[in-house]
């Protein structure tokens, strides 16, 4: 057999095998109930299918426009666990039909404070005045999760996200600055 023709049909092989490989992919999805694990360094935030629907009616009396922009404003998560002591400022913004919360200033137990990168830790999907749902970002031993959480509002300065993961459930408190 010639060379030529032996590294021809090497090749051709080789083609069908990735051509084939390629096609099982498209057919495995990485969807489902679970979060998505990524890297620390990652800035970014995965988009999820949940967070570029539009909001979905949490009850037949939603909310929109200015009745539910008054979200929009910075508020503060105080946090006393062994990884960190001190309180988070985020900004939340409202991005389409979506609100997102952004890091924007660190404050540790002694009262310092330091402006944050601005990282998107997050997306409400859906909020209709009192409650809402979205997907929220926790770090945990330098992996961050993208978890399913819950939010009621208190009163108009305060409001609760709530989430469970495996078993780990935390409520948290977010007061307007």
Known sequence: MKNSTLVFRSLGIIIFLTGLAHLFSF???????????????DQETIQHPEATKPAENLDSNTQSGKETDY?????????????YKGAIVYAIKKEGTVFNAYTYQYEDENGYTEKA???????????????????????????KYKIDCKIALVDENTFTLSYDYYGYTDVETWKRQ
Do not use: Q, R
Request: aromatic share 10%.
């Open 71 to 83: 979200i929009i404003d910075k508020w503060k998560v105080v946090y006393n666990t062994d990884e």
């Open 27 to 41: 057919g495995v999805s990485a969807g489902g109930d679970f979060p998505t694990s990524v890297t620390e360094t």
């Open 117 to 143: 990168e601005g990282t998107k830790i997050l997306t409400i999907t859906s909020f209709n005045a009192s409650k809402g749902k979205g997907i929220y970002s926790v770090a945990f031993e330098g992996e």
